[in-house]
């Protein structure tokens, strides 16, 4: 008999609208498919006047979106947060230690703090930024979600207490995301809001690329970039794509960059969802380098990796096209077998599952006499 489906509610960045932030079509992936599994979802998003005035996205099929105004309105819906079978709090919601602090207060169900930006959340946490979230709340919350892996899961366990901190990585929708047939407009492309900390590696690898090579084409599209950037002439900027036309971004491109943010390269094993989002678009990517980079695609034959501008000269001039064709294929299978938003929709259901289990077995241990929970632990480790 399978379980009964969940009710849950996630207080999220945004959902409505994916300007300047990746967190939107994060959300917009996982939660589709995780509706889809049969569960419920009511996301709730803090009116805040950037996303207002950029909303992409109206009232989604898959779940129920309310905006709120402030604290005092999120109240509102102290109720539903209650009754949930699950609340999930993402990173960089605005207050997110007072939402954090309600929904512990509130919650009857479980709760997880879903870190899109883990790396950059405790590089914050060691200098006392406690902007969305702070040490005291971390073990409160059943479940640590985390966009990054590896050994950084470990220290969030051990340092700051989580009961349980799990690796949820980006996604992409394979049915949103997938090859077009599209007149080719550019050798390189690049998406991403400007962040100081990847200007240095976007110089390197596509704007001194560009200026070697006038006769190839170049793109970079995404908002906030200063009025002070030397742009070469090949180089057309973009000053917002919207999910709707990422497949045909991708598509116009021969290959397209990823570049990682300082702290999440300093992490490892933080993959961008622009990496998901290429590959089911059979576009193939260059990337700057990172560990555990190796564990979700194969370099030379899934992704090519970039260190130098001679790297990406490399292979913008000097790859043959089926090779170029042989990579972005090996890539696009690797994303259907392994990172659709419907793989971590199930992944999901899984950790949520698995942290109910553990609050019930807790309770259940604390309802026995001190001498039957001795027994009982002396049965479990015999079994």
Partial sequence: MS???????VLGLSLSSSWGNGHATTYRALLNAFAARGHSVLFLEREMPWYA???????????????YRDLRGLNAWRHVIADADAVILGSYVPDGVAVGRMVQRVARGITAFYD???PVTLAKLERADHEYLCPALIPGYDLYLSFTGGPLLEE??????????????????????????????????????YSPDRQPALERLLLEPARRAPHLHFAVAGPLYPDGIAW???????????PADHSAFYAASR???????????RAGYSPSVRLFEAAACATPVISDCWNGIDTLFQPGKEILL?????????????????RRQAIAAAAQRRVLTEHT????????????????????????????APAEQGQRAGEVAVS
Wanted: aromatic share 6%; proline share 8%; net charge positive.
């Fill in 341 to 368: 938003a419907g793989h971590r929709a199930a992944e999901l259901e899984r950790h949520l599952r698995a942290a109910m289990a553990r609050r019930a077995a807790t309770k259940w241990t604390h309802r026995l």
């Fill in 232 to 242: 070469p002439a090949n180089v057309e900027r973009l000053e917002h794509v919207a």
């Fill in 116 to 118: 899109i930006d883990t």
């Fill in 255 to 265: 290959f397209t960059l990823n570049i990682t943010r300082a702290d999440m390269i």
């Fill in 3 to 9: 379980p009964p489906p969940m009710r849950i509610v």
């Fill in 156 to 193: 969030v366990m051990r340092r700051y207490g989580s009961p349980a901190a799990r690796v949820l990585y980006c996604s992409v929708d394979q049915v949103a995301y997938r090859p077009l047939n599209v007149p080719q407009r550019w050798d390189l492309s690049y998406i991403g809001t």
């Fill in 53 to 67: 005035a950029n909303r992409d996205l109206g009232d989604p099929p898959y779940c129920r979106l309310q905006v």
């Fill in 306 to 322: 970039a260190q130098s501008t001679e790297d990406v000269l490399e292979a913008l001039l000097h790859y043959p096209e089926p």
